[in-house]
């Protein structure tokens, strides 16, 4: 049977206009995101993962339909989203949620728990008091959370708890699309494995396609059936994250893996350091823009264009010196 796919996205690009103020002087752009091309398979995680300002929240914000991108398409349920505005957007955007890194942050402490979870229900209307409190509870539950937590505010919450809260609100109106943009980097280390375990479990339960930002490897080799690896904008390496991670073939990749921390001992890895400054996103190389730092690289790949690859099914990687 093929695979549906939920949402993809065509030559993304999103640029941000450098504030410089001076007149006459031609305006710099920070390319946050480059020519970005990937499938997401409906009831997949898919991994996003790179260094920190290599533009993975960008991507996720523009997929949401938060960012306007500078060109190319988002395109959701076979709609081009990107597109759209004003009411058609809200729309779909109902479809699509998202959760943060801090819960505390994202939560109003002043509000209660019932109201936290049943804002969502209230922007699409059509709920009355009712059964906006059964869906609440009904939604507490499977967070692991009860009917007893709804009069208590959010800041009484430990913050393993509060994400659960925050899981709660996005799920409420059963969006098809949730972006986790590091959800548990911010908990406490005793809580990831419960909080990254309820969402596979509510994943298997609701059928919700998530988008999972990390820099942990080694959850994402776990919980992720596709991903992709940015480097400054652009995606290097992308595909079945079971391929990726037994095959790496991209230099930047082949760095990253390295530096996983691995107990099978029988697979003696060797540290990979990189070498050299991260190029600016302001000014990338028009070429390849992990040259700088790559141990493969030639002079002249800073000049010539890279694209992604398939090497095997479902396994991409742009890279000139890839063996096919
Ligand atoms: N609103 C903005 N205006 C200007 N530049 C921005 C804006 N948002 C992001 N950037 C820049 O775009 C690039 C990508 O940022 P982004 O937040 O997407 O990175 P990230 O991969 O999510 O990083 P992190 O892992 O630290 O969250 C960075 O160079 C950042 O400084
Ligand atoms: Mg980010």
Do not use: W
């Amino acid at each position: 049977m093929d695979k549906e796919i939920l949402l993809k996205t065509e030559n993304l690009n999103v640029d941000f206009k450098m504030k410089d103020g001076l007149p006459f002087v031609k305006k710099k752009f920070v390319r946050a995101v480059t020519d970005v091309s990937v499938e997401i398979f409906r009831g997949e995680t898919f991994g996003l993962v790179g260094e920190s300002g290599c533009g993975k929240s960008t991507f996720a914000n523009a997929t949401l339909g938060l960012l306007r991108p500078s060109s190319g398409k988002v395109i959701f349920c076979g709609k081009d989203v990107s597109s759209l505005k004003g009411a058609k957007l809200k729309e779909e955007r109902r479809r699509m949620q998202k959760i943060f890194q801090d819960p505390a942050a994202s939560l109003n402490p002043r509000f209660s728990v019932l109201d936290i979870v049943t804002e969502p229900l209230l922007i699409r209307g059509g709920y009355n008091k009712e059964e906006r409190r059964r869906l609440a509870i009904e939604m507490l539950e499977k967070v692991g959370l009860s009917e007893a937590d709804l009069p208590r505010s959010a800041s009484e919450f430990s913050g393993g708890q509060q994400q659960r809260i925050a899981i709660a609100r996005s799920l409420i109106i059963r969006p098809e699309y949730l972006v986790c943009d590091e959800p548990v980097s911010a908990l406490d280390v005793s809580v990831h494995a419960q909080i990254l375990n309820l969402l596979v479990d509510l994943q298997r339960e609701m059928g919700v396609t998530y988008l999972f930002i990390s820099h942990n490897l080694a959850v994402v080799k776990k919980i992720c059936s596709r991903m992709a690896i940015m480097y400054l904008g652009k995606v290097v390496e992308y595909g079945s994250t079971e391929k990726i991670f037994s095959n790496p073939l991209h230099p930047y990749t082949k760095a990253l893996m390295s530096a996983v921390l691995d107990t099978d001992v029988t697979h003696k890895k060797e540290r990979i350091i990189l070498k050299g400054d991260v190029s600016s996103p302001v000014n990338p190389p028009a070429g390849c823009r992990f040259c700088k730092r790559c141990p493969v690289a030639k002079e002249d790949c800073e000049k010539v264009p890279c694209m992604l690859e398939e090497v095997e099914t479902d396994h991409f990687v742009a890279c000139r010196f890839i063996n096919k």
